[in-house]
Nanobody, 126 residues
Framework: QVQLVESGGGLVQPGGSLTLSCAAS????????IGWFRQAPGKEREGVSC????????YYSDSVKGRFTISRDLAKNAVNLQMNSLQFEDTAVYYC???????????????????WGQGTQVTVSS
């Protein structure tokens, strides 16, 4: 059974940085897309970023492109999301997610997710 455990959320000032980490266990399939969604109060869930286990191809939503960087830590079987230049609009609960189909990161915002993490709060406030 796949388990995803997030860490690294917190409170940060506008313009600041945070790194989220997602430790994955129980993944027996070799090819998958793994990444992050977020949901702010009163807003729809947004697919933020994804990285493919096949070729490390990445996806970023337009709202975070150029500010966020996703990467894999193979030694720790984890995926990290480096978030820079954080804005008030980035405040949300961030969820790690995995798509075990051949879609990988294709259509990440509408991916059929096989497992979710518990979520970690990111708050951008002055």
């Amino acid at each position: 059974q796949v388990q995803l455990v997030e860490s690294g959320g917190g409170l940060v000032q506008p313009g600041g940085s945070l790194t989220l980490s997602c430790a994955a266990s129980g993944v027996t399939w070799k090819y998958y897309g793994i990444g992050w969604f977020r949901q702010a109060p009163g807003k729809e869930r947004e697919g933020v970023s994804c990285i493919s286990s096949l070729d490390n191809d990445t996806y970023y939503s337009d709202s975070v492109k150029g500010r966020f960087t996703i990467s894999r830590d193979l030694a720790k079987n984890a995926v990290n999301l480096q978030m820079n230049s954080l804005q008030f609009e980035d405040t949300a609960v961030y969820y790690c997610a995995i798509d075990l189909s051949w879609d990988l990161c294709t259509n990440w915002p509408t991916a059929l997710i096989n497992a979710w993490g518990q979520g970690t709060q990111v708050t951008v406030s002055s």
